[in-house]
């Protein structure tokens, strides 16, 4: 049996991070990249994106030894998109301290032949009318689902109200879901946000874990209780990643399957956090994700 691709378009960037442990410069990053990373355990990724001259061809290639087709990067003239964020010393929070969408600005997605047919469609942090650009390229989606930011949120709410209307599932932390709904309360905001379209809504929550709210109720899986936590960019892309990398290899959508799925997801964001940039994340296997996975469960299991 072929298995099912999961397209994922989002950013590929480099990032400036300031971490509490060092001054990271230069870091490559990005949603499509840290998401495709994540999903790659788990079903075919394929990537729309463009990176500038700048970028570096070993990431490609390295994606692509992963499974991951890349041919729907484009290379444009310019440079890449970069992000500089600080972190708090207790890297609960961060600063944006600067967002240049460079090649970004340009960017007018086109479909390879052949990625029309994807049944499984991430549209990862990216300007809404990128992520409306290529979800109109894509001829008969099974599962639609996104992420977007407060950088969005901000100055592009009705595009992303378009957006949400298109939705199976959007992916977003709790800041983004309240400044969304204009709600303080989680389980209120979610449920003003599932009143703009998504069908389900997931809630992530960085070190406290995610939620899980559709018309089944909620769901909740705990995060992972790490003892070193180095850089958590891009915990929020591969947490995405990784749960949509699932629902694409089970086939199903149901809250049984999103259950199971957010487990994985919250083991593979936890190993991003390990490192700095996408390192921990890229050193990633089968085995330790089951190890961790055991762990998580015990973790919540109120026993006999
Ligand atoms: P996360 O920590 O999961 O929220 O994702 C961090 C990644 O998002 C970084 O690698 C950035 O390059 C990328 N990023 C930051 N701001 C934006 C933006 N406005 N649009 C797209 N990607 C962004």
Not at 2 to 16: E, K, N, Q, W, Y
Not at 127 to 145: D, G, T
Not at 162 to 177: C, I, P, R, S, T
Not at 267 to 290: D, M, N, P, Q
Request: proline share 5%.
């Amino acid at each position: 049996m072929t298995r099912a691709p999961l397209l994922i378009v989002g950013s590929m960037a480099f990032d400036d991070l300031d971490l509490p442990s060092e001054k990271a410069r230069d870091v490559v990053g990005g949603s499509a990249t840290y998401a495709a990373l994540a999903a790659s355990h788990f079903a075919p990724a394929r990537i729309v994106a463009v990176v500038g001259e700048d970028f570096p061809a070993a990431t490609l290639e390295d994606l692509g030894k992963r499974g991951v087709d890349v041919s729907g990067v484009e290379r444009a003239k310019g440079r890449t998109f970069r992000w500089w964020g600080r972190y708090a010393d207790d890297l609960t929070s961060r600063t944006t301290l600067d967002t240049q969408l460079n090649v970004f600005a340009d960017f007018k997605p086109k479909l390879p032949a052949g990625f029309a047919d994807s049944p499984y469609l991430f549209l990862g942090n990216i300007h809404p009318a990128l992520q409306l650009e290529v979800l109109a390229q894509v001829r008969a989606p099974k599962l639609v689902a996104a992420d977007t930011m407060n950088f969005w949120i901000e100055g592009e709410r009705r595009l992303l109200g378009e957006v949400l209307k298109k939705l199976d599932l959007l992916v977003v932390n709790d800041e983004e879901l309240r400044q969304l709904a204009g709600v303080h309360n989680v389980t209120r905001a979610a449920r003003a946000v599932l009143a703009l379209g998504p069908k389900k809504v997931v809630v992530k929550r960085g070190e406290y874990g995610a939620l899980l709210f559709d018309a089944e109720g909620a769901f909740f899986v705990p995060a992972y209780p790490l003892e070193d936590e180095i850089d958590p960019t891009g915990a929020g892309d591969s947490f995405a990643g990784a749960l949509l990398g699932v629902l694409a290899e089970s086939g199903a959508f149901d809250h049984r399957t999103l259950r199971r799925a957010l487990h994985t997801a919250s083991t593979v964001a936890s190993f991003c956090v390990e490192g700095v940039g996408t390192k921990a994340l890229a050193a990633l296997t089968h085995e330790k994700i089951r190890t961790r996975q055991a762990v998580l469960r015990v973790l919540v299991h109120p026993g006999d």
